[in-house]
């Protein structure tokens, strides 16, 4: 593994575990996604009970699945980051509550379709057990993360 791989690796660990932390320390989650601050300029998805419990459920699956890759990557593990990575691609089957594609914006959409289509590369990357595809999907899948998180924010319909 490059220089350059452990170097991607060590951040994304600490990222991950700081987002753990602030999970586990118990911050509420409209908080933690920028729930009713003033001076959150980001755009609200307005949502229901049911879809806020969604949204936060697969944003908490993402990162466990980056988690898992980075850990598989170290010990170039390519079925387990292929396992990790199709769970959150396109082709992972799964349904989403009522209303949940009406309450989110299109440019919102098109940055979550981006990033899962970075997950089947990611997949497919592993199964070619190309290394460097695998370190740049994984790039551009969390580029579409922090570019969703700094541009949206999820709040509880009223």
């Excluded at 990790?84 to 009522?98: D, I, K, N, V």
Aim: a neutral charge; aromatic letters at 4%.
């Amino acid at each position: 593994m490059t220089g350059a791989a452990k170097a991607i690796i060590a951040v994304l660990l600490i990222a991950v575990g700081a987002l753990a932390f602030l999970l586990w320390r118990g911050q509420p989650a409209t908080e933690a996604v920028g729930g009713s601050n003033p001076l959150d300029q980001r755009e609200a998805l307005l949502l229901n009970a049911e879809q806020h419990h969604h949204i936060l459920g697969e944003m908490r699956s993402l990162l466990t699945a980056v988690a898992l890759i980075q850990q598989a990557r170290a010990r170039d593990d390519w079925t387990a980051i292929a396992e990790a990575a199709s769970g959150q691609g396109t082709r992972r089957g799964q349904t989403p509550p009522a209303g949940m594609r009406q309450a989110q914006p299109p440019a919102f959409r098109q940055m979550g379709r981006g990033m899962r289509e970075q997950f089947d590369v990611i997949a497919d990357a592993a199964a070619a057990q190309n290394g460097e595809a695998v370190d740049t999907a994984l790039t551009a899948a969390l580029g579409a993360c922090m570019g969703c998180h700094e541009s949206y924010r999820v709040q509880l319909a009223r």
